[in-house]
């Protein structure tokens, strides 16, 4: 089997160099496994907060429904967040969060009306931590005419497409066995495994089937990746099975110890792929042996399947969050056509009441006066969503420039307002600001 030895130095060390190595893996896997999951958790709570700020009158409710999870309601909507991403306990948390929102009940007819004076009348960005942005959230939230997902699917459509796709996805986890099976260095592993995912979504017929059915999407979408998976892990299994001797390389430079030879018998994977119990038998036995090295150390046992699960969960998240984004986009029903989309990146805009007020009252004048952003500068990016005579829409995203502790510009992304709508000249003035020839 291959020997992921990154540091050949480590190979052969004692049996704490090992576990060092093991209990580094397991942290890094770990910690990946988390941002993951808090990539998901932050759009939810973003829309729950966006919710809140927008609605000052809803009215908040925290409550310890399970062991390892807060829920906080706002009216109808619900979010529950994991013991791991509080601040403080699960006890102190709803302390503080029913306590300030009793108080704030008492406090809110006659506070209501001041408020929100100051907030209108604030710079949006004095303070580039102010809740990043929430009063500018606040502000464009008052923006109502949005666009609104028909929700419509068809099934044999939907199960058409995603048969004739399937070859295609197949194809990606055949080139993805591959190249884990001959890549030496496990970070470049999880690199290609959320890249799978990602293919994954953009190749399941969301477009194609005009599904603007998001739980239609989600589950259809994890069958089709666990489809595709398991067809990657057949090719893998057919390369395991058909590797040649172990070919060590001794050379000081070399940054892996050794390589295993292996091709890939088509009838073979054709055998394995309509016998899924001799795959599973054959995952067993490998699980009990391991069959890669990292830091001198190979998983075994649970630390294997802990891996496997965890290549798994990759594949399924970035897959359904690309396949549920795409169905979101906007759909034109009497069309019966996706729209089209382009984007422009003009000169930030910090005074977001401008905005509202041009977008509230179609004002193409406002848009027909912006200049292009300068280059690694703060900038604004509008994103426009149409079709012929039909109504358009727009997505508004600031990025504001930053300079990290090393010294790079980074830029942190604040969604002003997703799918809004405009009307035909706003969009013509949009048009003309993204031709090339345009100052």
Same mark, same amino acid.
């Given at each position: 089997?291959?020997?992921?030895? +990154? ?26 496994? +988390? ?36 829920? +906080?309601?706002?009216? /109808? ?6 013991? +791991? ?14 306590? *300030? ?9 006659? *506070? ?9 009348? !604030?710079? /949006?960005? *004095? ?51 591959? @190249? ?29 089937? !005009? ?6 999407? %989600?589950?259809? &979408? ?16 057919? @390369? ?45 036995? &490998? ?6 090295? %990292? ?145």
């Amino acid at each position: 089997p291959i020997a992921c030895a +990154i540091f050949p130095s480590l190979i052969g060390q004692t049996d704490s160099a090992a576990g060092f190595g093991s209990c580094l893996f397991f942290i890094l896997f770990i910690t990946f496994f +988390i941002w993951l999951t808090s990539l998901f958790k932050k759009r939810k709570n973003n829309k729950i907060r966006n919710y809140y700020l927008t609605n000052s009158e809803c009215k908040v409710w925290a409550s310890e429904e399970s062991e390892n999870s807060l829920h +906080i309601k706002f009216d /109808k909507k619900e979010i529950e967040i994991g013991k +791991i991403f509080l601040p403080f306990s699960i006890e102190d948390c709803i302390q503080i969060i029913n306590n *300030d929102n009793y108080q704030k009940q008492t406090q809110l007819e006659n *506070d209501n009306e001041e408020i929100k004076p100051e907030i209108a009348s !604030k710079s /949006k960005y *004095d303070d580039v931590n102010d809740l990043n942005g929430a009063n500018d959230a606040l502000v464009m939230g008052e923006i109502k005419d949005k666009y609104v997902s028909s929700k419509t699917f068809n099934l044999p459509r939907l199960l058409l497409f995603s048969i004739l796709f399937l070859p295609l996805g197949f194809g990606f986890t055949f080139i993805y066995a591959y @190249l884990i099976w001959f890549n030496p260095f496990p970070y470049f592993s999880v690199i290609a495994t959320a890249v799978l995912g990602v293919l994954i979504g953009f190749v399941f017929p969301i477009k194609l089937s !005009k599904c603007t059915n998001t739980k239609a999407a %989600i589950y259809s &979408i994890l069958i089709f990746a666990l489809l595709c998976h398991y067809f990657g892990w057949v090719t893998w299994m057919d @390369l395991y099975i058909n590797q040649s001797d172990v070919i060590e390389i001794n050379h000081p430079r070399s940054p892996i110890s050794s390589i295993a030879p292996s091709s890939s018998n088509l009838d073979q994977i054709l055998y394995l792929f309509t016998n899924p119990s001799v795959v599973f038998s054959n995952i067993s036995i &490998i699980a009990q042996t391991g069959y890669f090295s %990292i830091f001198s150390y190979t998983p075994q046992g649970f630390m294997l399947y802990v891996i496997w699960i965890l290549e798994l969960l990759i594949i399924l998240c970035f897959s359904t969050f690309t396949s549920y984004e795409r169905s979101n986009e906007p759909f034109n029903t009497a069309k019966n056509k996706w729209l089209d989309s382009f984007k422009i990146q003009i000169s930030y805009i910090p005074n977001i009441d401008s905005l509202k007020n041009a977008l509230i009252n179609a004002d193409e004048k406002f848009f027909e006066k912006m200049t292009q952003a300068e280059k690694e500068e703060s900038y604004t990016e509008f994103e426009v969503w149409h079709l012929e005579d039909q109504q358009a829409y727009i997505t508004v995203k600031n990025y504001k420039k930053r300079i990290d502790e090393k010294g790079k510009i980074k830029y942190d992304e604040q969604e002003l307002i997703k799918y809004a709508k405009i009307d035909s000249e706003i969009l013509n003035a949009l048009k003309i600001k993204s031709s090339p020839n345009s100052v």
